[in-house]
């Protein structure tokens, strides 16, 4: 399997593997100057449990203009699905300031793609509730439902281009 590219890029963000310095910070409540005021989130230091230096299967930031509004990634590397295509899930969030102007949805767009080039193909689970991320997954092309997962989650899946 083809690995991903420690940056991904879009037009408007900057999508870079964390590094152990950034997971240290996030672990350790720090501030840094090119961090939101609302990062990290909850989310965000959750995501930091699943960092593995090395691993470009790693959680990334969400950068617009040099400062660092989410974050995005996957939980650990692609695995044989029941129909044996590599599948990897996925997960997303933005700071509250930085909702609803397109990032989730370019940044996602952005790391399927990468994900795809590498021969994976996308999961992501979902609240019922959470209206606005469910939009993001029908944009990016999270077409088919599995059920739900044991936390209640929708269980959504990017079929392979």
Excluded: K
Aim: with cysteine; proline share 7%; aromatic share 6%.
């Amino acid at each position: 399997m083809a690995a991903l590219p420690d940056v991904v890029e879009t037009e408007r963000l900057r999508l870079p593997l964390w590094r152990a310095a950034d997971v240290a910070a996030i672990r350790a409540g720090e501030r840094r100057p090119d961090w939101h005021l609302q990062f990290p989130r909850e989310e965000d230091t959750l995501a930091a449990s699943l960092w593995r230096e090395g691993d470009p299967w790693a959680p990334r930031s969400i950068s617009r203009a040099d400062v660092v509004v989410g974050s995005i990634g996957f939980f650990g590397p692609p695995e044989p699905a029941s129909d044996g295509t590599p599948e990897v899930e996925v997960g997303y969030g933005l700071v509250e300031d930085a909702r609803g102007v397109g990032y989730a949805t370019e940044a996602l767009q952005a790391m399927a793609r990468a994900a795809e080039t590498a021969g994976a193909r996308l999961r992501a689970s979902v609240s019922p509730d959470n209206q606005a991320s469910i939009r993001v997954l029908a944009r990016c092309g999270f077409t088919e439902l599995r059920g739900s997962n044991e936390h209640g989650e929708l269980v959504m899946v990017r079929p392979l281009r």
